[in-house]
């Protein structure tokens, strides 16, 4: 069994094939390698009986060879492997014993080269001119680029210069020359590649302005270019000062003299809160000036009793409710003032569950990739990210599995996976193990031990005490919103002075008026671990006030309209009870109005000599009655609960780039096309085998289809009542009785079982009614003025004239009572989005 020598940046590992070799950051791994852009535990070199084979164990920032992402190859003499960037992360050299085999063909994520071979220092692709990258050994790169430059003017570099990450020194360096295009992007052929699927292909290029400056250009990016964490216009530029900061994704870019600095956010950020206060009407505070920091790829844990202001802490230190007072700062980076790129580095995941539990594993990530990565991402690359995310989070076996038949602790890795497909840095947690049986607790707790460690900084707000001994650090939350404790979780319960927790949580109810924040910061605990959080100054850079964002939108609006319906029409169609309820309900509804059998005839009885009136021709009203409440009932039953139960998932994608108005139309789109199909069958059923006019005002001789036209209006104007009472509510339990509401209002409002015509004020408002305006339309059909002529002294009801144009009135009233609502919905759903958006 053959050795292995590998060599990277001067230092020589000799390999013995009896055992498995572990590569990555951890100093207890074999083969450790300081870099930022190297996971935690990053993959495996063993020998297979055969030959010598690397295996990349889910790194956040993958393993490449020949720029290809690769899951596992077999390593032959001369092979190259670059460990967290395709060009210049670190690079293990095999210049040893050979593998039994020749290199094959590796498993690559993004598309294998058919002609593969494995890299060598001679068939590395030489830079463009004008341009230099490092590399990772010194053999290979310049001098002054084999480490980062340590600068005697400031932390990072540069004069004056403020830090981009705190104090840390850049992770790569870029010459370029002024004469020339800096091109930055996705795309192999830009002159900086970018490998982040948040960065367009072409996403942003540097040049310099006819009087020596410096401008950033924006190429018409999806997910945007940002200058001081504020996006520039799509396609637009703007000039560069000495300490501006352009951020590009997941990369940050600062300009120092004649080369670029180049930092990459790959997960290992610190995170602060700093005197968060939040008032609610009344001046009551329900959240009283908390303070702490959380060092880099640490988990912390956020406990309370009820009341202690958890969930508004979580929503302050994610940007949904900014706090009145206060800063939250990530990695040194003012989040609500720079809300618009660093969005896209922070996953949340709510109580509830995120996704669409009726469509499978992988279907449901597939959608959510698909509205999240940039329009130019292909298939073949969100295919290998969620196939990536699932590995790392051991779903692969699940994947075809629906999201409704996983277990509770399952259903919660889907939706951190959902979370995890953007590579965010910092993630959010609210009650993940909420409703879980112990095993699962700590299950769901191991995971996100396993997301810290692998290079990630995680905070979960939670009521189970029972893993505490996981996290790095634990937030206590007294009553009223302050801060009672901060530190390890061991010393916890040593600093209160009791045994258990749930003692701990008594004292809180029984003693709720003690000072325990000044408790807190009377402490030695709070010396050591939370006095020095006003240390660090925020970064320095010129930001604007906090405006009304319009962040851009990582895909078109069309392209989120069409994936949002296809999505939603996949949920439909697993959902076979409903399908089937889409056709019973209008079915029988029409059905009923067939037991109306006086005759069969809508049309007007003659008219009788000896009373000199015409005989009112019940069975029309009643059928027509019948036949209005039930698309009323039918159209607004569709739509009712469509946008409570989603809310959470809204909620969530409105903040990843989600656009509201694409969102709602494919709502409109899918029910609408539901709630015709169910009126014209409603329609065709009421008015089948019944004598009607031969010739309709409009239609001619298609009468039932012109009878059955404001049926089917009248039931996509009721479903879009339903979606405003689906947008007020705050539970689904509340919206059957507002249903019920609304389809009595309805039959009150129709004309059919009193006169509305000449009733002052009731007249007026049956307007507002859509009930009103389709039994006026079918009614002008059918000449209602002469099958219900109005009573003696009595005038006839505008609405119902036998003509065109009352037709198209009513028509086109009630669409238009549709259209009203929809900007309604609109306005309602812009309550349930993040507050910094909309300041």
Same mark, same amino acid.
């Given at each position: 069994?053959?050795?292995?020598?590998?060599?990277?940046?001067?230092?020589?590992?000799?390999?013995?094939?009896?055992?498995?070799?572990?590569?990555?950051?951890?100093?207890?791994?074999?083969?450790?390698?300081?870099?930022?852009?190297?996971?935690?535990?990053?993959?495996?070199?063993?020998?297979?009986?055969?030959?010598?084979?690397?295996?990349?164990?889910?790194?956040?920032?993958?393993?490449?060879?020949?720029?290809?992402?690769?899951?596992?190859?077999?390593?032959?003499?001369?092979?190259?492997?670059?460990?967290?960037?395709?060009?210049?992360?670190?690079?293990?050299?095999?210049?040893?014993?050979?593998?039994?085999?020749?290199?094959?063909?590796?498993?690559?994520?993004?598309?294998?080269?058919?002609?593969?071979?494995?890299?060598?220092?001679?068939?590395?692709?030489?830079?463009?001119?004008?341009?230099?990258?490092?590399?990772?050994?010194?053999?290979?790169?310049?001098?002054?680029?084999?480490?980062?430059?340590?600068?005697?003017?400031?932390?990072?570099?540069?004069?004056?210069?403020?830090?981009?990450?705190?104090?840390?020194? +850049?992770?790569?360096?870029?010459?370029?020359?002024?004469?020339?295009?800096?091109?930055?992007?996705?795309?192999?052929?830009?002159?900086?590649?970018?490998?982040? @699927?948040?960065?367009?292909?072409?996403?942003?290029?540097?040049?310099?302005?006819?009087?020596?400056?410096?401008?950033?250009?924006?190429?018409?990016?999806?997910?945007?270019?940002?200058?001081?964490?504020?996006?520039?216009?799509?396609?637009?530029?703007?000039?560069?000062?000495?300490?501006?900061?352009?951020?590009?994704?997941?990369?940050?870019?600062?300009?120092?003299?004649?080369?670029?600095?180049?930092?990459?956010?790959?997960?290992?950020?610190?995170?602060?809160?700093?005197?968060?206060?939040?008032?609610?009407?009344?001046?009551?505070?329900?959240?009283?000036?908390?303070?702490?920091?959380?060092?880099?790829?640490?988990?912390?844990?956020?406990?309370?009793?009820?009341?202690?202001?958890?969930?508004?802490?979580?929503?302050?230190?994610?940007? $949904?409710?900014?706090?009145?007072?206060?800063?939250?700062? $990530?990695?040194?980076?003012? @989040?609500?003032?720079?809300?618009?790129?660093?969005?896209?580095?922070?996953?949340?995941?709510?109580?509830?569950?995120?996704?669409?539990?009726?469509?499978?594993?992988?279907?449901?990530?597939?959608?959510?990739?698909?509205?999240?990565?940039?329009?130019?991402?292909?298939?073949?690359?969100?295919?290998?990210?969620?196939?990536?995310?699932?590995?790392?989070?051991?779903?692969?076996?699940?994947?075809?599995?629906?999201?409704?038949?996983?277990?509770?602790?399952?259903?919660?890795?889907?939706?951190?996976?959902?979370?995890?497909?953007?590579?965010?840095?910092?993630?959010?947690?609210?009650?993940?193990?909420?409703?879980?049986?112990?095993?699962?607790?700590?299950?769901?707790?191991?995971?996100?031990?396993?997301?810290?460690?692998?290079?990630?900084?995680?905070?979960?707000?939670?009521?189970?005490?029972?893993?505490?001994?996981?996290?790095?650090?634990?937030?206590?939350?007294?009553?009223?919103?302050?801060?009672?404790?901060?530190?390890?979780?061991?010393?916890?319960?040593?600093?209160?002075?009791?045994?258990?927790?749930?003692?701990?949580?008594?004292?809180?109810?029984?003693?709720?008026?003690?000072?325990?924040?000044?408790?807190?910061?009377?402490?030695?605990?709070?010396?050591?671990?939370?006095?020095?959080?006003?240390?660090?100054?925020?970064?320095?850079?010129?930001?604007?006030?906090?405006?009304?964002?319009?962040?851009?939108?990582?895909?078109?609006?069309?392209?989120?309209?069409?994936?949002?319906?296809?999505? $939603?029409?996949?949920?439909?169609?697993?959902?076979?009870?409903?399908?089937?309820?889409?056709?019973?309900?209008?079915?029988?509804?029409?059905?009923?109005?067939?037991?109306?059998?006086?005759?069969?005839?809508? @049309?007007?009885?003659?008219?009788?000599?000896?009373?000199?009136?015409?005989?009112?021709?019940?069975?029309?009203?009643?059928?027509?009655?019948?036949?209005?409440?039930?698309?009323?009932?039918?159209?607004?039953?569709?739509?009712?609960?469509?946008?409570?139960?989603?809310?959470?998932?809204?909620?969530?994608?409105?903040?990843?780039?989600?656009?509201?108005?694409?969102?709602?139309?494919?709502?409109?789109?899918?029910?609408?096309?539901?709630?015709?199909?169910?009126?014209?069958?409603?329609?065709?059923?009421?008015?089948?085998?019944?004598?009607?006019?031969?010739?309709?005002?409009?239609?001619?001789?298609?009468?039932?289809?012109?009878?059955?036209?404001?049926?089917?209006?009248?039931?996509?104007?009721?479903?879009?009542?339903?979606?405003?009472?689906?947008?007020?509510?705050?539970?689904?339990?509340?919206?059957?009785?507002?249903?019920?509401?609304?389809?009595?209002?309805?039959?009150?409002?129709?004309?059919?079982?009193?006169?509305?015509?000449?009733?002052?004020?009731?007249?007026?408002?049956?307007?507002?009614?859509?009930?009103?305006?389709?039994?006026?339309?079918?009614?002008?059909?059918?000449?209602?003025?002469?099958?219900?002529? +109005?009573?003696?002294?009595?005038?006839?009801?505008?609405?119902?004239?036998?003509?065109?144009?009352?037709?198209?009135?009513?028509?086109?009233?009630?669409?238009?009572?549709?259209?009203?609502?929809?900007?309604?919905?609109?306005?309602?759903?812009?309550?349930?989005?993040?507050?910094?958006?909309?300041?």
């Amino acid at each position: 069994m053959p050795e292995l020598v590998l060599e990277s940046n001067g230092r020589t590992w000799t390999l013995d094939a009896s055992r498995t070799y572990t590569l990555g950051r951890d100093p207890q791994g074999d083969i450790v390698l300081d870099d930022a852009r190297v996971s935690w535990r990053h993959a495996t070199i063993s020998w297979s009986g055969r030959s010598w084979v690397i295996e990349d164990h889910g790194s956040t920032n993958g393993t490449f060879v020949q720029g290809q992402r690769i899951h596992q190859l077999e390593l032959g003499p001369g092979a190259s492997v670059n460990l967290g960037n395709a060009t210049d992360g670190p690079r293990l050299n095999v210049s040893g014993a050979a593998a039994a085999a020749q290199p094959q063909q590796p498993y690559a994520a993004q598309g294998a080269n058919p002609g593969w071979a494995p890299q060598t220092p001679q068939q590395a692709p030489p830079q463009q001119a004008g341009w230099q990258q490092p590399q990772a050994t010194p053999q290979q790169a310049a001098p002054q680029q084999a480490a980062p430059i340590p600068s005697q003017q400031g932390p990072g570099g540069g004069a004056g210069a403020p830090p981009v990450y705190g104090d840390r020194s +850049p992770t790569t360096f870029h010459q370029f020359s002024l004469d020339r295009v800096m091109r930055i992007g996705r795309a192999l052929e830009n002159d900086l590649v970018v490998s982040d @699927l948040q960065v367009s292909r072409n996403h942003a290029e540097f040049h310099a302005t006819p009087d020596g400056r410096l401008e950033i250009r924006d190429l018409g990016s999806h997910n945007g270019t940002y200058v001081n964490g504020q996006p520039i216009a799509k396609g637009g530029s703007q000039l560069l000062g000495p300490t501006d900061i352009i951020g590009v994704g997941h990369s940050t870019f600062r300009i120092v003299g004649d080369r670029l600095e180049e930092f990459v956010d790959t997960g290992e950020v610190s995170f602060s809160a700093r005197h968060l206060t939040v008032t609610v009407d009344g001046g009551k505070q329900i959240l009283k000036d908390v303070s702490f920091g959380v060092p880099e790829k640490s988990l912390i844990a956020v406990i309370g009793p009820s009341g202690s202001g958890k969930s508004t802490l979580l929503k302050a230190l994610t940007g $949904y409710r900014p706090a009145n007072q206060g800063d939250v700062l $990530y990695d040194n980076r003012n @989040l609500y003032k720079q809300f618009a790129e660093l969005r896209q580095r922070i996953g949340l995941v709510p109580q509830d569950d995120i996704l669409h539990k009726e469509l499978t594993v992988k279907k449901a990530l597939k959608y959510a990739a698909k509205l999240r990565f940039p329009a130019d991402t292909t298939a073949a690359e969100r295919e290998a990210r969620i196939d990536e995310v699932l590995r790392e989070l051991k779903l692969d076996i699940h994947k075809e599995k629906k999201v409704t038949s996983l277990s509770g602790g399952q259903r919660k890795r889907v939706s951190v996976a959902l979370e995890l497909l953007t590579k965010p840095s910092l993630i959010f947690l609210d009650e993940p193990t909420s409703g879980l049986d112990p095993g699962m607790d700590r299950d769901v707790m191991q995971l996100l031990r396993g997301l810290a460690d692998d290079g990630r900084t995680v905070l979960v707000v939670t009521h189970s005490v029972a893993e505490l001994a996981l996290c790095d650090k634990l937030l206590v939350m007294a009553p009223g919103g302050a801060v009672a404790y901060f530190g390890p979780p061991e010393e916890a319960l040593n600093f209160f002075g009791y045994d258990t927790w749930a003692d701990v949580f008594s004292a809180f109810e029984n003693y709720r008026d003690y000072d325990w924040a000044g408790r807190w910061k009377g402490s030695q605990h709070y010396q050591m671990y939370a006095a020095d959080i006003d240390a660090v100054a925020p970064q320095s850079v010129q930001v604007p006030p906090m405006q009304a964002m319009r962040p851009p939108k990582p895909q078109g609006w069309m392209s989120q309209f069409i994936t949002l319906v296809r999505r $939603y029409v996949s949920v439909i169609a697993s959902d076979k009870g409903f399908l089937a309820l889409m056709v019973i309900l209008p079915a029988v509804l029409g059905a009923v109005s067939l037991l109306i059998d006086s005759g069969n005839s809508l @049309l007007p009885n003659p008219f009788n000599p000896q009373t000199g009136r015409i005989i009112p021709n019940g069975t029309a009203t009643t059928v027509l009655l019948i036949l209005a409440v039930g698309a009323c009932f039918a159209g607004a039953a569709n739509s009712v609960r469509e946008l409570i139960k989603e809310r959470v998932i809204y909620e969530r994608e409105r903040a990843t780039g989600l656009s509201r108005s694409a969102y709602l139309m494919s709502k409109v789109f899918v029910l609408g096309a539901i709630t015709v199909f169910q009126g014209g069958l409603v329609g065709a059923i009421g008015f089948f085998n019944r004598e009607i006019p031969e010739k309709g005002l409009v239609l001619g001789g298609a009468t039932i289809l012109e009878l059955s036209l404001p049926i089917m209006a009248l039931g996509f104007t009721s479903m879009m009542f339903g979606l405003i009472i689906s947008s007020l509510v705050k539970t689904a339990e509340k919206t059957m009785p507002l249903l019920v509401m609304f389809a009595i209002i309805q039959v009150v409002f129709t004309g059919c079982l009193f006169t509305l015509n000449g009733s002052i004020g009731v007249n007026q408002f049956s307007y507002l009614m859509p009930s009103r305006w389709a039994v006026a339309a079918a009614g002008a059909t059918l000449d209602f003025n002469k099958i219900a002529p +109005p009573k003696p002294g009595e005038s006839n009801d505008p609405l119902w004239e036998h003509t065109v144009g009352t037709w198209c009135v009513d028509m086109i009233a009630l669409i238009a009572l549709g259209v009203v609502c929809g900007f309604f919905v609109a306005r309602f759903l812009r309550r349930h989005e993040p507050e910094v958006m909309r300041k």
